[in-house]
């Protein structure tokens, strides 16, 4: 749609007339549709914010317009793909690294501010290249990782958490490889394994998918606890070329995540792992106050509730709390947050209600595509 007929049309809906005050925000949405919003990438063909904003808003009584334009531009986060781009970038120099550098540091007695002496000594070397680097998802953004990081062989970078035989193998060979070049010498057995695993992800709003303890199952379930059973299964000997168990730090790393969550992995993680050494790295954590209140943000979610659609409770939702609160997104998350390529269940379902789906009684901004679907 063109851009004047697509602002004449939010106008009509919001019963905007000419005044200084509609002129300012029919500007600042367009900046914001130009620069951001516009990008969101499950827009249908030819749908752009502008439109899909006026559809939205047409949806809503008068008095429920006012309260839903301040929860667009009051609370709504927006991860750009610029932004999501710049957290892959910076998550080797300014957290692995660092991370690494403190492990050197306590083992030799270094000050762990002697960045320059640590880096350039054999240990820091030899660790880096004993680092496996493995994506959890197609999020992982594991190409951009590698692309932005040469100091970091292909060879330890892989896509996906499970690796097949030969795989392993020729990651094992060249391991051994490397680290004759770093030591100038062959490495004992013991070194001649990844002593650090790195499990990249992009998002997490409750935790919850990575790892959850459900009732009637003695085992845990998600993408972490998946690596974990691959990572204890000594009848698949791919992995065990490649690390001991005994002597091995696991690291999640996610590039945006929510407090609630960092807890939860935090210590659901180092219950799941035992005597495995596990940490949380979030790369960029998102504010305590990004989740919306249901005393300071009342009328927002009184709005929620009006408009509560409960065809979106599957099985998979089920997994998180839902109860009398689906209308707080997946396990009552209650984020106003939209991802450039899609927006998570954990947001709240009046901004993702998707448009596929027959028994949606309303509609979403930013429309979602369910992988489960």
């Not at 409960?310 to 947050?337: M, N, Q, T, V």
Request: include cysteine; charge should be neutral.
């Amino acid at each position: 749609m063109d851009e004047k007929l697509a602002t004449k049309l939010l106008n009509k809906v919001m019963g905007w007339s000419i005044t200084s005050e509609t002129i300012k925000e029919n500007i600042i949405i367009q900046s914001l549709a130009v620069y951001r919003y516009n990008e969101y990438q499950q827009f249908t063909t030819g749908m752009r914010f502008v439109e899909s904003l006026a559809r939205w808003m047409n949806q809503f009584t008068n008095n429920e317009k006012k309260i839903a334009y301040q929860l667009i531009r009051k609370k709504l986060v927006f991860i750009s793909e610029q932004e999501m781009n710049h957290l892959v970038e910076i998550t080797y120099p300014d957290f692995i690294h660092q991370f690494l550098i403190k492990k050197v540091a306590e083992h030799k007695g270094i000050p762990e501010w002697n960045v320059t002496r640590i880096a350039k000594c054999i240990e820091f070397k030899t660790l880096l290249r004993q680092s496996l680097f493995l994506g959890l998802s197609d999020g992982s953004h594991i190409d951009s990782f590698r692309r932005n990081n040469p100091q970091i062989s292909t060879e330890q970078i892989f896509r996906a958490h499970e690796i097949t035989d030969d795989r392993a193998e020729e990651m094992a060979d060249k391991l051994k490889v490397d680290l004759e070049k770093i030591l100038n010498r062959k490495p004992t057995e013991d070194e001649a394994h990844f002593k650090m695993i790195f499990l990249l992800d992009d998002f997490s709003g409750s935790g919850i998918s990575y790892i959850r303890y459900e009732s009637g199952q003695a085992e845990s379930s998600g993408k972490v606890a998946k690596f974990y059973k691959f990572l204890k299964d000594t009848k698949d000997p791919s992995l065990s070329k490649l690390v001991n168990t005994d002597d091995v730090h696991v690291c999640l790393i996610l590039y945006v995540m929510t407090p609630e969550s960092n807890e939860r992995l935090q210590s659901d993680g180092c219950i799941l792992f035992d005597k495995i050494k596990f940490d949380v790295l979030p790369v960029y954590l998102l504010s305590k106050f990004t989740k919306l209140d249901e005393t300071k943000d009342s009328e927002i979610i009184s709005l929620l509730k009006n408009y509560k659609d409960d065809s979106i409770i599957d099985k998979h939702f089920r997994k998180g709390r839902c109860c009398d609160k689906s209308y707080l997104g997946y396990d009552e998350c209650a984020l106003p947050l939209v991802l450039y390529h899609n927006t998570p269940n954990n947001s709240v379902p009046l901004l993702w209600y998707e448009d596929d789906v027959l028994e949606r009684k309303f509609l979403g901004l930013f429309p979602r595509i369910s992988r489960h679907h």
